[in-house]
């Protein structure tokens, strides 16, 4: 089944630790996303990458560390020094020759709460 | 700067009743604007482009150069229309959504 799978779709944590959420696809899509989605605010990008071992700052990267170590997959870190980082987190892949089309293809998110 | 904005937040009509959702936007370049929707318990998908000109589930949006906007109508709502609505701009690299409008189509 093709897709874009992340884990853990719920996740708490205390104040002052670092999490990584999960973000695997095999769809051979050379690009990956990820957004943050609060109520009012819409989405925010975090970071992305296009290609293997490079990826970018969005709008919103403080606080924030990707890897892409691997085509199929983009994890993100969210760090002690993001200030307000409950949130659901969605991860979203393309190809970069459909990049014109404007689709993306997005994950179930995962939503994290800080205790 | 890039930038996209849907003024409303919530938009509730009657079923039957005309729907439209607005956007606008900012950007120095050729703009390439899309509608994306979530349905409950669904993953966020795309719902239609500008550069297509097509009509998905009766929805449509034309592109405004001069009013630099880029608004989602139908002509009759349906209930199974109630979703979450964001405008995204290609921009870079990468799209940027607005903050989303939340549509709910009451029988």
């Known amino acids: 089944d093709g897709g874009i799978t992340q884990s853990p779709k719920y996740l708490f944590r205390k104040e002052g630790q670092n999490v990584t959420l999960s973000c695997e696809q095999n769809l051979n899509h050379d690009a990956m996303y990820w957004y943050r989605q609060d109520p009012g605010q819409g989405l925010r990008l975090i970071y992305y990458?296009?290609?293997?071992?490079?990826?970018q700052k969005g709008d919103i990267a403080e606080g924030y560390s990707v890897s892409r170590e691997k085509k199929e997959s983009f994890p993100l870190t969210v760090t002690s020094a993001q200030k307000n980082p409950t949130a659901f987190y969605l991860c979203a892949s393309n190809r970069l020759a459909a990049l014109g089309t404007g689709e993306l293809f997005f994950g179930e998110g995962s939503r994290l709460t800080v205790l | 700067a890039q930038r996209v904005t849907q003024p409303e937040k919530l938009l509730s009509v009657f079923k039957g009743a005309p729907v439209e959702l607005k956007c606008n936007y900012s950007?120095?370049?050729?703009?390439?604007l899309f509608w994306y929707v979530q349905y409950s318990r669904q993953r966020l998908q795309l719902l239609l482009r500008h550069i297509s000109r097509e009509s998905i589930k009766g929805f449509t949006a034309d592109l405004n150069k001069g009013e630099t906007s880029f608004h989602l109508k139908k002509p009759f709502a349906q209930e199974e229309d109630s979703a979450m609505y964001y405008c995204a701009l290609r921009g870079g690299g990468k799209l940027i959504f607005g903050q989303g409008t939340e549509l709910s189509v009451k029988p």
């Open positions: 950007y120095s370049g050729s703009p390439e």
């Open positions: 990458s296009q290609i293997v071992n490079d990826f």
